[in-house]
Each structure stands twice: as C-alpha cells, then as structure tokens.
C-alpha cells in the first residue's frame, strides 16, 4: 500500500540547517509528485515546495533560496533541506503524494521541529 | 499568489448540515477541472483528503461529505454531522504554483 514517513530531527540550532528524508514506499517517484507541506502549532498547512516526477522542481518563493528538494529514486526517497533556519520555522513538516487533478492523496504523519537559541 | 479565503470557525448540532466555504483571490478552473480540493485533519494527524476537483469524493469517504462549486466560490457541505466530523477543514488550489492552502474553518459542535 501507499506510505510515506518522514525522518528527520526534533531538534534544530538557530541559523543551522535543517534536512528531513521522505521514504516513500506502494508507487513510484518517476510517476507521482512528492510535495513538502508544513505546519506551525496551532496554525494552518503551507506548501513549501515540489519534486515532480520528471524530476524537476518548484519552490514557493516565500521561501527564497533557503530551500531545496532532491530525490533518490533508487531508494525511493524525496529530501528537503532549508537553511538558515529561525524560530518560526518551528514547524510540523509532512510530505504527501501529489496530483495535480487529485490533490495530496496520501501523506505522511510528519516531523516536528522546533528551532532552539 | 492565489489566496483562499475560508471563515475560521463553524458550530454546527450534531445531525444538521454544515456548509463551509472557500473562497478564491481567481478561477482555480483550467477547462471542465476545477482544481480545488478539500481536506479534513485532526489534532495531531496528517490531513486527509476528502473531495477533489471540487466535487469528487476521495476513496473511503462517506457519502456525508459533498463538494461544489466551479471559478472562484467552493463549498464543502457534511450532511448530516457526525461527533467524528469534528475537525479542521481546509480547501487547496492546483490551479497554479504556489499551491496555497486556505486558513481552515474549524468545526464545533453546538
């Protein structure tokens, strides 16, 4: 069946990076879009980025150049990192299956970071 | 960007109707799709989808939930509510990149 499970730390130093794995297992990466969606407590999803299937990718600008999505195909893997990270990048991050006339089908149970001074 | 605009809260008696709204800053319709999407999540639980393309239920969701709309102005109805409907609900576009989520409207039971 369909899973992906993100990995990554609790915890996060200001101004360091942060990288989290997706591992995505029931279908394959050069066939479905893998998207990374956060969550701040107590607030709403935002979309951060895509890896799409033929292997590009695409940032949401609010983003700037912090971020970058990557992928191994071969273990089935999709990895954001983001860089200079504040406290309010505290955040639950998820990845989910896109499509792009069905939406995020599937996601995973996410991460939850905090940035720590 | 386009921004989807969604009322915070809805506080609705078990058994009756809830009808949420989202509202889009432009069309999110390329063609017959109209690329909006409906979730529900939990506290502590990853969203799940619950229609698609506006009016599309997704596998495993009760016939309670229905979706409508076309252009700018979408409308997620539960009918009737249930104490497991209990949620926030959010819409999102695919209309275009970045694909924006709306603010949720939280559902209360009266």
């Known amino acids: 069946q369909v899973q992906l499970k993100e990995t990554g730390p609790d915890l996060v130093q200001l101004t360091q990076t942060l990288s989290i794995t997706c591992t995505v297992s029931g279908f394959s990466l050069t066939t479905y879009n893998v998207h990374w969606v956060r969550q701040p407590p107590g607030k709403g999803l935002e979309w951060m980025g895509a890896?799409?299937?033929?292997?590009?990718?695409d940032y949401n600008s609010a983003f700037k150049s912090r971020l970058s999505i990557s992928r191994d195909t071969s273990k089935s893997q999709v990895f954001l990192k983001m860089n200079s990270l504040q406290t309010d990048d505290t955040a639950k991050y998820f990845c989910?299956?896109?499509?792009?006339?069905?939406?995020?089908?599937?996601w995973g149970q996410g991460v939850m970071v905090t940035v720590s001074s | 960007d386009i921004v989807l605009t969604q009322s915070p809260a809805l506080a609705v008696s078990l058994g009756q109707r809830a009808t949420i709204s989202c509202r889009a800053s432009?069309?999110?319709?390329?063609?017959?799709?109209?690329?909006m999407h409906w979730y529900q999540q939990k506290p502590g639980q990853q969203p799940k989808l619950l229609i698609y393309?506006?009016?599309n239920l997704a596998s495993g969701i009760p016939a309670r939930f229905s979706g409508s709309g076309s252009g700018t102005d979408f409308t997620l109805t539960i009918n009737p509510v249930q104490a497991d409907d209990i949620a926030t609900y959010y819409c999102?576009?695919?209309?275009?990149?970045?694909?924006?989520f709306g603010s949720g409207t939280k559902l209360e039971i009266k």
């Open positions: 393309r506006a009016s």
């Open positions: 989910a299956r896109h499509r792009l006339t069905y939406g995020f089908d599937y």
């Open positions: 890896m799409w299937n033929g292997g590009g990718t």
């Open positions: 999102q576009q695919s209309r275009e990149s970045p694909f924006t």
């Open positions: 432009q069309s999110v319709s390329i063609s017959r799709y109209n690329l």
